[in-house]
C-alpha cells in the first residue's frame, strides 16, 4: 500500500504539458535517447561540469523574457491557455515572447524547431529546454525557459499539469530523464 502512495505522490508531483494525452504504464522501461554531443561521457544531464564554460555577458533580450516568465509564477495549469486564468508550457513562453514584441511558434514541437542547438555543458539564461514526457512519444511534447543556472544545477520555468507554472530543476528525476534537448533563441 506504501508503494501505491509513493508513486501517486509522485505522479501529483510531476506532470507534463498536456499537448499530447498522457497514458501510462509502469510495466514497460521507458527510454528516451539523447545524442552523445550532448551529454559528456554519458554522464546524465545533472552531473555536467560547468566549470569549462565561459562566463557569457549578461543577454538583456533573454532577460526580459525570463522577467515576463516569472510574473505567471503560480498561475494554474489549462491546456492551450494563454491568460492568468491558466496556460500551458508552450501558452508560458509565447506569452513571455510575445510581451517582449518576440514573435515565436505557439506549441512545443514547433518550438523545437527553433533556435540553435546548445549543450548542456553550455547553457545559459534564456536557453529552451524541450522533454518527452510521454511513454515512447517521437515528438516533443514540453518546453521550459532556463532561469538560473549556478554550478552543476540549471533551473528553468514551465507549466505542468499538476502545479501550474512553477520553477523546477533539471536535476530532479523526472525532468533530467525527459529531457530531450536544448537550444538558444538569443
Not at 504504464?25 to 559528456?40: C, F, K, L, N
Request: positive net charge; contains cysteine.
Amino acid at each position: 500500500m506504501k508503494k501505491y502512495g509513493i508513486i501517486l505522490a509522485l505522479l501529483l508531483l510531476t506532470g507534463s504539458c498536456g499537448l499530447v494525452k498522457k497514458k501510462t504504464s509502469y510495466s514497460d522501461t521507458r527510454r528516451v535517447h539523447v545524442d552523445a554531443g550532448d551529454i559528456p561521457d554519458g554522464k546524465p544531464a545533472a552531473e555536467i561540469n560547468r566549470e569549462s564554460a565561459p562566463a557569457l555577458p549578461k543577454n538583456t533580450k533573454a532577460e526580459a523574457v525570463i522577467e515576463s516568465a516569472l510574473e505567471y509564477t503560480g498561475t494554474r495549469y489549462k491546456y492551450g491557455g494563454t491568460t492568468r486564468k491558466g496556460m500551458d508550457c508552450s501558452g508560458l513562453l509565447y506569452v513571455s515572447f510575445l510581451e517582449n514584441d518576440i514573435p515565436f511558434p505557439r506549441s512545443s514541437y514547433n518550438m523545437a524547431d527553433e533556435g540553435k542547438r546548445v549543450k548542456l555543458s553550455q547553457i545559459q539564461k534564456g536557453d529552451l529546454l524541450f522533454f518527452k514526457t510521454k511513454r515512447g512519444g517521437k515528438k516533443v511534447n514540453h518546453v521550459g525557459l532556463v532561469v538560473d543556472v549556478e554550478d552543476e544545477e540549471i533551473k528553468f520555468i514551465h507549466s505542468t499539469t499538476s502545479r501550474g507554472v512553477i520553477v523546477s530543476s533539471l536535476r530532479e528525476g523526472y525532468w533530467n530523464y525527459s529531457f530531450v534537448k536544448a537550444t538558444r533563441i538569443f
